[in-house]
């Protein structure tokens, strides 16, 4: 039975990673027939916002606040199911889902009949995203560290 709801909790985590993509093709196939810049600013858009948006989802399910909802609404055991069963960051799906576009670039350099022109120009514009991904998340990361620091500086300036 826990079987089951961790697999639907998965589920959405994956339809999520999947209307992800289908919005960064939608939207990069849409711009790049004005602009090929426009597309790849499209793609940078949508990695800060959803990396921005994922650590905002983490601190705010880390919060006291948040988890007393959760136990009221659902009780504890079911709350605890909702975060630990299927819960994948969105930073995760976003990485794994470049992860597939890296694949299916090494697929496409091998044969690119498999697929259409635009699913070409779309995976072949975006196999190095994930390197921004890389390089985005670990500015973020490292600023956060940088703010946390400087807090515990602060706080022993005031003792």
């Known amino acids: 039975m826990n079987k089951l709801k961790i ?3 998965l589920l959405h985590d994956i339809l999520g990673m999947i209307a992800y993509g289908l919005v960064l093709y939608l939207g990069f196939t849409w711009l790049a027939g004005f602009s090929v810049l426009y597309a790849y600013l499209w793609n940078f858009a949508l990695i800060i916002l959803a990396v921005l948006f994922d650590q ?8 006291d606040e948040m988890i007393m909802r959760l136990k009221e609404k659902y009780g504890a055991e079911k709350a605890r199911l909702i975060i630990s069963g299927g819960f994948v960051s969105f930073k995760t799906l976003i990485y794994l889902l470049y992860l597939f576009i890296l694949i299916a670039s090494q697929i496409i350099d091998i044969n690119p009949e498999l697929i259409g022109d635009n699913l070409v120009d779309f995976v072949f514009s975006n196999n190095y995203s994930i390197l921004f991904l890389l390089a985005f998340d670990a500015f973020i990361g490292q600023f956060s560290k940088d703010r946390e620091r400087a807090e515990r500086i602060l706080e022993k300036l005031k003792e």
Request: proline letters at 0%; a positive charge; hydrophobic letters at 35%.
């Open 56 to 63: 905002y989802a983490v601190k705010l399910l880390q919060s």
């Open 7 to 9: 697999n639907k909790y």
